[in-house]
């Protein structure tokens, strides 16, 4: 499936929900979520071949990654540019390029079209939880619940995060699809992102 790159001038500002994706673990070993964790603000690890640094926001941090251009492009055409870069705090789920490659062949290319702005922005919000958790935040609330943590994103529908059969941290959408965990507590001024593989869907 091919996805089409934005590299134009206004990336910068679109790359903000891409920061999303720039999301690192630099404390967490090889992507685990150690509920114990207290992530330092200079902690933030290179996403996307560049710094993230704590005291931007989602925005300002994601238009230097270079790992998140399908999400810039995304984010760009949704409208969500302002609302991202916004004081939030937001939490967000960030899919790479790769977790995008893998939808169905010409889904991303569809709903980059201005008449499908509404499913894309639903999927988008889908991805992005009021508040700012960390990887400590999630993996309490999966132990207080039993070992499972259901989420209320700005789409409205729910995410439920718990343990990966790897050992590590994953979420599951409403339809029963899953996405790992990969890179977690990049944290910015306005939240704070956890990349992840898969693209989830409400």
């Keep these: 499936m091919t996805f089409r790159s934005l590299s134009t001038p206004s990336l910068p ?3 903000l929900a891409l920061s999303l994706s720039a999301c690192t673990m630099s404390e967490q070993g090889g992507g685990e979520i150690s509920s114990g964790a207290s992530v330092a603000a200079t902690s933030n690890p290179m996403v996307g071949g560049a710094a993230m640094y704590p005291t931007r926001n989602i925005v300002e941090n994601a238009v230097n990654s270079a790992d998140h251009t399908t999400l810039v492009a995304a984010v760009q055409a949704a409208g969500l540019v302002d609302t991202l870069a916004g004081p939030g705090p937001f939490t967000v789920f960030a899919p790479t390029n790769a977790a995008f490659d893998a939808l169905p062949d010409g889904t991303v ?19 992005v939880v009021p508040g700012r958790l960390t990887a400590a935040d999630l993996a309490a609330k999966a132990k207080m619940m039993g070992g499972k943590a259901e989420l209320t994103t700005v789409a ?19 339809k029963g699809g899953t996405a790992n965990i990969t890179i977690a507590d990049v944290i910015q001024s306005n939240g704070v992102i956890h990349e992840i593989d898969a693209v989830v869907m409400p």
């Design 13 to 15: 500002l679109l790359a």
């Design 109 to 127: 290319a569809t709903l980059l079209e201005p008449e499908n702005k509404a499913t894309l922005t639903k999927i988008l919000t889908y991805h």
């Design 156 to 174: 409205g529908a729910k995410l439920t995060v718990s343990k990966s059969p790897s050992g590590g941290w994953m979420l599951t959408d409403t």
